[in-house]
């Protein structure tokens, strides 16, 4: 809960108390938007937006701002070493039918890529999305280049909130098509195990495009939480020098390369940038703020 402050020195708004609730399941998020318990809320699930859309009494906004895929933690290989090897990472992308996902998953709630820029960056190019097509017989090709002819196996943390039982299902035929077998962990806190104990080679995550391209640098070239193996790449790290120096043109080149550096070394596994439902009740407009919905509380302070 949020009181507003008296002393606050800008316009006050009309709420003398906001309160935040917290649902771990849609379904109970779209019956509190309807029954008037909540306000507002975000809903990815391609169903629970269709249920919201349906109600008269609630407005919705689409709006986008991450993608979801698999993040590919080893690139050093120190867990898997096949994924050190570009080539198989490179299989890991082919192997996937990106346009079968969006369709199937997402209900056509979203658009295809193979990119993690997103489109309001410097680097974004339209061209990446479709840099890999679905080719399980060239995804075998490379394998079998890396030496891996008689198959993979990669294994993955299930994180049922994210790696949904239906994305599981089709990854792991896809993959299969490809010769690529997908095995899903259990554990009873995996997030301890992913980034703290560092046990797993990657994980499907959804994952914002912030608009900043030094934010892609930060999170995914320079050491840190989704580079915690502290892998490098001498072209990257060149690359990333150019872009912290420089303005203008030189700028938006050097992001673009660090983008197409990421698709063609086969750094990450994108799926498709996910499309969301702002959903509000007629009280409250909540409008998306660089690819966020962020209400504004300057007035406010927490009461409990």
């Known amino acids: 809960m949020f009181d507003r402050r ?6 006050k708004l009309p709420f003398k108390r906001v309160v935040f609730s917290v649902f771990d399941n849609e379904n109970a998020m779209v019956n ?9 809320a975000l809903l990815q699930t391609s169903d629970q937006q269709a249920a919201a859309k349906s109600d008269a009494n609630l407005t919705s906004q689409d709006t986008s701002f991450d993608f979801q895929g698999i993040l590919i933690f080893d690139r050093g290989g120190k867990l ?76 993955l943390p299930n994180m049922p909130t994210i790696s949904t039982d239906n994305i599981r299902t089709a990854l792991t035929s896809q993959m299969a098509e490809a010769g690529i077998t997908l095995e899903w962990a259990e554990s009873a806190n995996p997030l301890q195990e992913i980034f703290r104990q560092f046990k797993f080679p990657g994980m499907v995550m959804n994952m914002g495009q912030s608009s900043n391209d030094w934010n892609y640098v ?57 499309t ?4 509000s009740d007629k009280t409250v407009t909540v409008v998306p703020q660089d690819g966020m919905a962020v209400p504004s509380l300057y007035n406010y302070t927490p009461a409990s």
């Open 6 to 11: 008296d002393d606050y020195w800008g316009d």
């Open 32 to 40: 509190g938007l309807k029954t008037g318990q909540l306000n507002s």
């Open 80 to 155: 898997n070493p096949a994924l050190a090897d570009a080539r198989v990472r490179q299989a890991l992308n082919y192997a996937i039918d990106r346009d079968a996902l969006v369709e199937g998953i997402r209900q056509g709630r979203g658009t295809a890529t193979a990119q993690v820029f997103g489109t309001s960056t410097k680097g974004y190019d339209a061209s990446l999305d479709t840099y890999y097509s679905y080719d399980p017989a060239k995804a075998k090709a490379l394998l079998a280049e890396a030496g891996y002819a008689s198959g993979l196996t990669v294994t």
């Open 218 to 274: 930060q999170t995914y070239i320079q050491p840190g939480t989704f580079n915690f193996f502290g892998n490098s790449d001498p072209v990257l790290t060149e690359q990333a020098a150019t872009l912290q120096t420089t303005t203008g043109a030189e700028y938006d080149a050097a992001a673009t390369a660090i983008n197409r550096r990421f698709v063609e070394q086969g750094w990450f596994v994108p799926f498709y940038r996910m």
């Open 276 to 279: 969301y439902a702002l959903v």
